[in-house]
């Protein structure tokens, strides 16, 4: 509306111009008349079209999951062994239904080695 009454305003004032003659004062009038019927007939459009309501819907209801944490099990470092174990002659086999037993022993520097014992 408001640039209805501006395009109005605009067309008072440019109409007394004494450079124009009758034809350009009446082809300014029909456009400024144009505009301003364009302008009703939008306003009484739209006041008489009717906004659509929202419909609620009964649904189910969403319950939302609790954010899972992954956490990352704590590493444990295990340093290496100080005395390391060695076995004496490992390429024995006892026969099937045997076991191979072995003696713990320590040498002269603390380490753990064992030393085969016999099959039973």
């Known amino acids: 509306m408001k640039k209805a009454l501006a395009l109005i305003l605009a067309a008072t004032v440019a109409t007394p111009t ?3 003659g009758d034809r350009e004062q009446g082809v ?3 456009i400024v ?3 301003i019927l364009q302008q009703m007939h939008r306003n009484s459009h739209a006041s008489q079209v009717p906004h659509p309501q929202p419909v609620y819907v009964p649904g189910p209801v969403i319950v939302q999951q609790p ?3 992954v956490q990352q099990p704590p590493v444990v470092y ?3 062994p100080q ?3 060695i076995l004496q002659n490992t390429g024995i086999v006892c026969p099937q ?3 191979a037993f072995f ?3 320590i040498d002269r520097y603390g380490r753990i080695y064992y030393v085969f014992d016999g099959c039973r």
Request: proline residues 12%; positive net charge; glycine residues 12%.
């Open 28 to 30: 300014l009038q029909g």
């Open 83 to 85: 005395n390391p174990i």
């Open 103 to 105: 003696n713990q022993r």
């Open 67 to 69: 954010p899972v944490v």
């Open 18 to 20: 004494l450079a124009w």
């Open 33 to 35: 008349g144009t505009l």
């Open 78 to 80: 295990q340093p290496a």
């Open 97 to 99: 239904g045997l076991s």
